[in-house]
């Protein structure tokens, strides 16, 4: 009777134990879908809302302040999607407060994330509708890469015939580049300036003992022997 | 000839495989016979309190143990195993949410009765087949006792009240065990690790997960005392019975979870 009776205890804490697990499992789950917080609604009309979900998340300065209640189609360019937020956390969103759409991760569920609006306007009531605007989807961005990418095949053929104009030989860079006529040509050139240069080194040399000019040559010579002295001597002056 | 030898074996092989068709369906009226008979006497009034709690401690607490460990050793398990591939993924910080989700939807309920199918199942099989042989169920006619209340339907009622409890407590020590092989190769604090698993974990995994347990232990229960109640006379039947026990309520398991999961994602 006794063991029998023990038995009993051993049973009771097993079921209460087990029972006090499952309620505090039921407890935290449903707080975390703010089921014993008391809450209000809001809603916002979006033109797309790229797969968000009922029971997703909205966030407001990145964090979780409330779920998706319900997505309702308005008509073919609308949807309605209903929140559910804290009441903690109302005094923090204003009238002119705006929902995006975002999205948790590369791999993550889509998000709501909430812009509180400026602090001057009136804080958000129960059923208002909140203003909505949609961030650069992932389709939009693919559509930009698409259109650069159509923008880069032109510039690409463009610089292909360039080039192909270029090792042909044609045009301006495309002669310069393949054309050994002009490379003989400029090296003629070099070879009759050297020639030139020649020649006007004897002329100078041939002026220098003119009877006219001497008279300045020999100036010029001996200023700058005294301009050397000068200098000179205030080096010396300088280091005694 | 070998025309010949194949008219030979046709028929009985013929014979043999209409045979245990009958035999399969025969015993599938009997099962939904005796399940009929067992809600019959479950509302009746006179249920035998005392014996339903004498069964509830021995299936329930009685288990407890190994039902824990089983459990511990799944949560650490799966997320060694699991850690691996999403490292790869570079998703390691889903390590808590993705096991503690496979283990409350599916390894929790499921683990949990095969090894009731296996301890429980084969314990009230062979309890009841030996009582059967041994004449005491007559006896128990005899003296005017119902023996199919006494001894049947406290059984599959402590079953099926005894397993979701069962797997609620393993599902608990399995997360643990998850947080264990979190820690062995990574940092993560016990409220971080709590945080993730909450924030994952919706009603739609733990409902239903819940619900189809009583059906597994309905189902354990029922089975063991079937084949037990019917099993054949002498001690060959004993085993017997303990047998075909663990193997019938194994595949009913398998065969309920799949239904579950049928049902389930009719409302997802």
């Known amino acids: 009777m006794k063991n029998n009776s023990g038995n009993k205890i051993k049973l009771g804490v097993f079921v209460f134990v087990s029972m006090a697990l499952f309620i505090a499992g039921i407890y935290f789950i449903g707080n975390r879908q703010q089921l014993f917080n008391s809450t209000f609604e809001i809603s916002g009309v979006f033109s797309d809302v790229n797969g968000l979900k009922a029971g997703n998340n909205i966030r ?12 309702e189609i308005l008509s073919d360019s609308s949807v309605r999607v209903n929140m559910t937020i804290s009441d903690d956390t109302r005094k923090f969103i204003k009238k002119d407060a705006i929902a995006l759409i975002g999205s948790e991760g590369l791999m993550g569920n889509k998000v709501i994330s909430i812009m509180p609006g400026s602090s001057t306007s009136k804080t958000i009531e129960n059923d208002d509708i909140i203003k909505t605007a949609v961030p650069p989807g992932m389709d939009d961005i693919m559509l930009k890469v698409n259109t650069t990418a159509d923008n880069a095949i ?5 610089l292909a015939e360039i080039l192909i104009k270029v090792n042909s030989g044609e045009g301006t860079i495309g002669r310069l580049l393949q054309d050994t006529t002009i490379a003989e040509n400029i090296n003629q050139t070099i070879i009759n300036l050297k020639r030139s240069s020649k020649g006007l080194d004897e002329n100078m040399e041939a002026a220098k003992h003119n009877i006219l000019l001497k008279g300045y040559f020999k100036g010029k010579k001996k200023d700058a022997e005294r301009k050397k002295k000068e200098e000179a001597e205030k080096v010396s002056d300088d280091n005694p | 000839m070998i025309n010949k030898s194949n008219t030979f074996k046709f028929p009985h092989t013929k014979e043999r495989l209409l045979n245990s068709i009958g035999n399969f369906f025969n015993e599938i009226a009997n099962l939904t016979g005796f399940a009929g008979r067992f809600f019959k006497e479950l509302f009746k009034p006179g249920f035998e309190f005392n014996e339903f709690l004498k069964q509830s401690y021995l299936i329930g607490c009685k288990s407890i143990a190994l039902v824990g460990i089983t459990g511990f050793i799944m949560g650490l398990v799966l997320t060694i195993q699991s850690r691996p591939t999403l490292v790869q993924f570079g998703a390691e910080s889903w390590l808590p949410a993705m096991v503690s989700v496979s283990i409350i939807r599916e390894i929790g309920p499921v683990i949990t009765a095969l090894i009731c199918a296996g301890k429980v199942g084969s314990g009230i099989g062979a ?16 003296t005017g006792m119902n023996p199919f209340r006494y001894l049947v339907v406290t059984r599959i009622m402590a079953a099926t009240l005894m397993l979701p409890l069962l797997v609620i407590l393993s599902d608990v020590i399995a997360l643990y065990g998850s947080f264990i092989g979190v820690n062995l190769q990574g940092d993560v604090s016990f409220h971080l690790f709590f945080t993730q698993v909450i924030e994952k974990i919706s009603f739609m995994d733990l409902l239903p997960a819940f619900f189809k347990t009583f059906f597994f232990g309905f189902a354990i229960g029922l089975i063991g005392c079937y084949k037990g109640y019917n099993s054949d006379k002498g001690t060959e039947g004993v085993g017997k019975s303990a047998n075909s ?5 194994s595949l009913l398991v398998f065969i ?8 389930t994602s009719l409302f997802i």
């Open chain 1, 154 to 158: 032109v510039i690409s053929d463009q």
């Open chain 2, 245 to 249: 026990a663990v193997v019938y309520a």
């Open chain 2, 127 to 142: 309890e009841l087949a030996s009582m059967k042989v041994t004449e005491q169920i007559d006896a128990m006619e005899v």
């Open chain 1, 60 to 71: 407001l300065v990145g964090i979780n302040i409330g779920t998706i209640e319900s997505i």
């Open chain 2, 256 to 263: 309920i979870d799949m239904m579950a999961v049928q049902i």
